[in-house]
């Protein structure tokens, strides 16, 4: 099915989007509807122009290609599926993911990733290709976020305050994050060979989307961030 | 530091069987059997004064009583205040509390009277007359649309609709137990209301009672996925709860095992953190997001629900959920309950229920949006006078959890943050689960709404009154006694005698 929505409200576009038998949806001439695909499983919807904020929110194992930029908190809760972003995003893209992947070509906002969690088979991947913003990885609990630093210019790798309450999970940076301050509860170092080669597959899935070589994007130093052990919050607290 | 223990277990030597049920039944570890002596002994300093060991002591050999060994009287310092230093003084820790606040602050609903009529507008005899407690929670319409032959759409925007207007309030599985909630969900199903799963996502077992059954979002969104949301017949989105308004949640890593890490989707041994803020929330209009987020997810079938704490602002934030598309308002007081809270928030933040539920009412209905919404009312409903008294002042229907623990029988020592509950209901203990059978707890659930129902057609009759729609922000059926005109004005209600 085609659509051109450049006229219609996001309850409609979503509707016609139910209604549909169709397995591969093409959205035309999009102007920021939000919610898109929220909830829906087993799809394929391609989609051109902006997408709103909460794209594919809740999304269920359909899979999202924009051919544009995307607003604030794409794939909010996410528990299966893809988000392919050929442009950047907003902030606080991937809230509470857990499971599925975000695919962004572009730089990402603030808080990219915040609360990303994980759950047995059940891993989120999300992988930036330029650089993001402030509060990158916030109470990150699980998941694996990527920061490939390849576009955006001088600008550090990730802005202030990374993750901040990160309490599980992973997060590599394509940088030795010289200058880069990261929170005591965090432990950062430059990731292995081993470790790099655990993100590979996921590196290698960027490139076919947006074009690139793996081996060369892995071959600069990778920082890779894991939250301290134990339970630091634990011991804040005296019965009462 | 060292001192003497806040209670005493006193023992009759002559009653004591030795038959040693305190000491199994004791999580805390107070009792043990003295082979040489022959006799038991006991550590008051690990007793919480549950009265597990008394309720269940076969000759009445036991009791628990406050010491009166007390430090120096000063009406300044308190024991309480001067052992609370002491915990601090010694472990540098915030002070963790659980239950509602048990401060002697103010009790609205125990100032307010409720009218009955004489002579005039007869009671009404409820065994005799047929009387309506049932309520639908959800927006109404404000005008009536007709089809295009005429007739009336009666299309409404999802309800929820109940058989009386109390609810089981959010409470989550790893908070409270696998059997505590088996209790609350068959209780509610066989009542006719709902219960509500917390932050902590819906076990497998129970999604059968989805109908029955309101789910919640919080900021963590631990166990959210597609199939959680339309499992219920409603969402709840959490901002705030009444014992810790401001604040977030924070189940440690060490209640995570087994099923709890299974239903919240979070690896056994992990902290699971709901942090205060919603990450994405930071206006009206960002709530409105997560609202049509929800709604669209889940095309429009439930209602959605936003919960908040009974904070100063609360009628100006009322007024702003109404406007982002949510369906109903829940409002949770400051003596809301919780499984675990700072001390010093519990205590010393958010307003009376009574209070915030009185101006929310009024200053929705004075911006013509009350319909727009439906309110809960939670935070201490401890009666069915009380449900009465929150309807008359604006509620469309109450929320209880601490009442509905009582029943499932949580003796309120305020333990709940140890893990240890001897009455398996905030524990995820195995052999202290096991002490809560889902059959007789369900059926204390079920017994206590009855008798409630039965009070409210009582005290509605009363009023001469058949339906508790009629009784809804129905204020002249109340009067205060022994408050201010300010909190009269407050409450929109006047003083016994006016």
Redesign the interface.
Known sequence: MELNVSAMG??EV?EQM?QTADREITLTGCIGQ??LA??T?GKYVKICGIAG??LG??L?GTVIETFGNAQ??VG??M?AGEIIVHGNIG??AG??M?GGKIFVQGNAGY?AG??M????E?VPVMVIGGRTGSFLG??Q??GIIIVLGLSGGEKPIVSNFPCT?M??GKLFLRSDCAGIHFPHQVHHRIASADELEEIRPHIAEYCAHFGGDPDEILNAPFTLVTPDSG?P???????? | MNFYPEFEVVRSDSRCIRCRVCERQCANEVHWYDADGKVMLSDESKCVNCQRCVTLCPTRALKIVKSDCRLRENANYSDQTIK?IY??A????????SMGNPNPLPVYWDRILINASQVTNPPIDPLREPMETRVSLGKKPDHITRNPDGSIDTKLPPQLTLSMPVMFSAMSYGSISYNAHASLARAASALGIYYNTGEGGLHEDFYQYGKNTIVQVA????G???DY?EAGAAIEIKMGQGAKPGIGG?L???KAVGDV??TR???EG????S?APH??IYSIEDLR?LV???K?????RLPVIVKVAAVHNIAAIASGIARSGADIIAIDGFRGGTGAA??RIRDNVGIPIELALAAVDKRLRDEGIRNNVSIICGGSVRSAADVVKAIALGADACYIATAACLAMGCHLCR?C??GKCNWGIATQRPDLVKRLNPDIGSQRLINLMDAWRHEIKELMGGMGINSIEALRGNRLMLRGVGLTEKELQILGISHAGE
Do not use: C, W
Not at chain 2, 219 to 222: A, Y
């Open positions: 996001f309850s979503n139910r939000r919610f929220a909830g499983g904020n909460a929110a809740y269920n604030d908190a909010d809760t528990n902030d606080a809230y509470a857990r808080r915040i609360h969690k994980a759950y047995q059940k916030e109470y609990a699980g309450g309490h599980g339970n919050y634990q011991q804040m607290y005296v019965a009462n | 609370e915990r601090q010694e472990t540098g820790g915030v002070l963790l509390s900021s963590g969104r631990f959210v996925h597609k949301l924070h440690p890593g060490t890490s299974k989707m979070i690896p992990s902290d699971a953190i942090p990450h994405d997001q049509y987020s929800l669209e997810a889940t095309e429009y700072p001390t333990s943050h140890t």
